[in-house]
């Protein structure tokens, strides 16, 4: 009897440990499945952190303050354009900030500067056809471009105020038949606006004919169009994102900020502008040759309409 009991117990202590080590096994598979789904999640979330700016750079070429092989500034069109994060010469200049989701403009003063300008600049030139400057719009045409960004950064002066950036533009340009009627050497014709980032805040400047009694042909002419007062929008935007809204159309022009602040141009310059021909621009045109100055714009969406 005493013997079966003891074959009894023996056979129970190793069934009891048998199921013990069992559990053990199970507890100790479950735990590693956890800190795996764990481990999952986290990878989940940093790919999740990982954003892109919302920009169609199909139809935009950039132009950085970096001279090319003609000693001229270096510009990227379409199709190398958006392969922008590969260009070593781009990224300086024009760059992704993918925590933010969003396109950085970077620009400070060297020698590389465009025609008629003594600023350089980070920033996008539209072109309707891409890699083509010669297809553009009218007021009449019309259009719209409308951008979500911010100010990044952006040295001071002298005397401790922020240096200015121009951050969107329309652009005007002579037809090719307009730039030989009055013998130009280039298409080059004023900006008829600029919009600044100016010490936090958001200021417009437009063109205004000075003779109202010009000829067409005269009016061609860059020295005929002046410089108005400006206006600067009452919100100060300082360092956060805000929204941007240009809108064009025969003889008006239409900016807004942060879809609660309008601007309204709808006069004889505006309807005289019309026998212009324009693009929009977009970025960082910084307005600054002070030694060691420099800005950083921020774009998280862009986009045009016509």
């Given at each position: 009897?005493?013997?079966i009991?003891k074959?009894?117990l023996a056979?129970?202590?190793i069934v009891?440990?048998s199921?013990?080590?069992?559990s053990q096994?199970?507890?100790?598979?479950?735990?590693e499945?956890?800190?795996?789904?764990?481990?999952?999640k986290k990878?989940k979330?940093?790919?999740k952190?990982?954003k892109?700016?919302d920009?169609d750079?199909?139809?935009?070429?950039?132009t950085i303050?970096v001279?090319?092989?003609?000693?001229?500034?270096?510009?990227v069109e379409?199709?190398e354009?958006l392969?922008?994060?590969?260009?070593?010469?781009?990224?300086?200049?024009?760059?992704?900030?993918?925590t933010?989701g969003?396109?950085v403009?970077?620009?400070h003063?060297t020698?590389s500067?465009t025609?008629?300008?003594?600023?350089s600049?980070s920033?996008?030139?539209?072109q309707m056809?891409?890699?083509?400057?010669n297809?553009?719009?009218?007021?009449k045409?019309?259009?719209?471009?409308k951008g979500k960004?911010?100010?990044?950064?952006?040295?001071?002066?002298k005397?401790?105020?922020?240096?200015?950036?121009?951050?969107?533009?329309?652009h005007?340009?002579l037809?090719?038949?307009q730039?030989?009627?009055i013998?130009e050497?280039?298409?080059?014709?004023?900006?008829?606006?600029?919009?600044?980032?100016d010490k936090?805040k958001?200021r417009?400047k437009?063109?205004?004919?000075k003779?109202?009694?010009?000829?067409?042909?005269e009016?061609l002419?860059?020295d005929?169009?002046?410089?108005d007062k400006g206006?600067?929008?009452e919100q100060e935007?300082g360092?956060?994102?805000?929204?941007l809204e240009?809108?064009v159309?025969e003889?008006k022009?239409?900016?807004?900020?942060?879809?609660n602040?309008?601007?309204?141009?709808e006069?004889?310059?505006i309807?005289?502008?019309?026998?212009f021909?324009?693009y929009?621009?977009a970025?960082?045109?910084?307005?600054?040759?002070?030694?060691?100055?420099?800005?950083?714009?921020?774009?998280?969406?862009?986009?045009?309409?016509?």
């Amino acid at each position: 009897m005493k013997s079966i009991r003891k074959e009894i117990l023996a056979t129970l202590l190793i069934v009891f440990i048998s199921v013990n080590v069992t559990s053990q096994e199970k507890i100790s598979n479950i735990k590693e499945s956890d800190k795996k789904v764990k481990q999952d999640k986290k990878r989940k979330k940093k790919k999740k952190k990982v954003k892109l700016p919302d920009i169609d750079l199909s139809h935009w070429k950039v132009t950085i303050p970096v001279a090319n092989e003609k000693g001229k500034p270096y510009e990227v069109e379409a199709p190398e354009i958006l392969d922008y994060a590969n260009n070593e010469k781009l990224k300086t200049y024009m760059y992704n900030d993918s925590t933010k989701g969003a396109l950085v403009f970077y620009a400070h003063p060297t020698s590389s500067t465009t025609k008629n300008t003594k600023y350089s600049r980070s920033e996008l030139r539209e072109q309707m056809v891409p890699a083509d400057n010669n297809t553009n719009w009218t007021f009449k045409q019309g259009g719209i471009m409308k951008g979500k960004l911010a100010m990044e950064e952006v040295s001071r002066d002298k005397d401790g105020k922020y240096h200015r950036v121009i951050i969107m533009q329309i652009h005007g340009r002579l037809t090719n038949e307009q730039r030989d009627l009055i013998g130009e050497d280039d298409n080059n014709a004023p900006p008829m606006l600029k919009i600044y980032w100016d010490k936090g805040k958001i200021r417009v400047k437009t063109k205004v004919l000075k003779n109202l009694n010009l000829t067409e042909t005269e009016m061609l002419h860059e020295d005929a169009w002046g410089n108005d007062k400006g206006f600067n929008f009452e919100q100060e935007v300082g360092f956060r994102k805000f929204t941007l809204e240009v809108q064009v159309s025969e003889g008006k022009m239409v900016i807004i900020l942060n879809n609660n602040e309008y601007k309204v141009y709808e006069n004889i310059h505006i309807k005289k502008w019309g026998i212009f021909e324009n693009y929009f621009k977009a970025g960082n045109y910084f307005q600054s040759r002070d030694e060691g100055s420099y800005a950083r714009v921020k774009y998280y969406n862009l986009e045009v309409k016509h």
